[in-house]
């Protein structure tokens, strides 16, 4: 008895090493990508447009399948004629006739800022739009979901 409690001293400092080691290994770990990208499409389908920035979908969530609703002006801007990621952008003042594919790329003409109209590159969706509990959303916001 006296020999293991003499010890516990001395081996006090390998509680510290696994939370060292741990500490170090989360600093260098770099999660794949299909982890960290928001990626809707994984979950939603049927993208269609009703305006220039309404996007309808249907979402899977706790509830099974329902429609949501998402305003694109709280997660798309026009960057001089570039669509970008930009919480409450706004887009949709100086960008007009959008589309979307199957799989959920977007593009718009937008304005630059010398007044001329261009085609945009087209932006995948899911590089910024998740789904939460049947829910797209972005920068914190959430689509309008009756059924969710």
Known sequence: MKFGLALLPSLAWLANVPSLVLARNINTF???DWLTRPNFGASCGGGALSSDATLWVTCSGPKGHNQAVLDLNHCLAN???????RKDGNFSGSCKRCEITPDDQFRCS???????????????????????????????????????
């Open 30 to 32: 770099q999660p794949p």
């Open 79 to 85: 960057d001089n004629g570039k669509l970008v990621f």
């Open 110 to 148: 937008c304005t630059t800022s010398t007044g001329d109209s261009k085609d945009t590159d087209w932006l995948d969706l899911n590089e910024g739009i998740a789904n939460y509990n049947g829910r797209p959303n972005c920068f914190g916001f959430e689509a309008f979901c009756p059924d969710c």
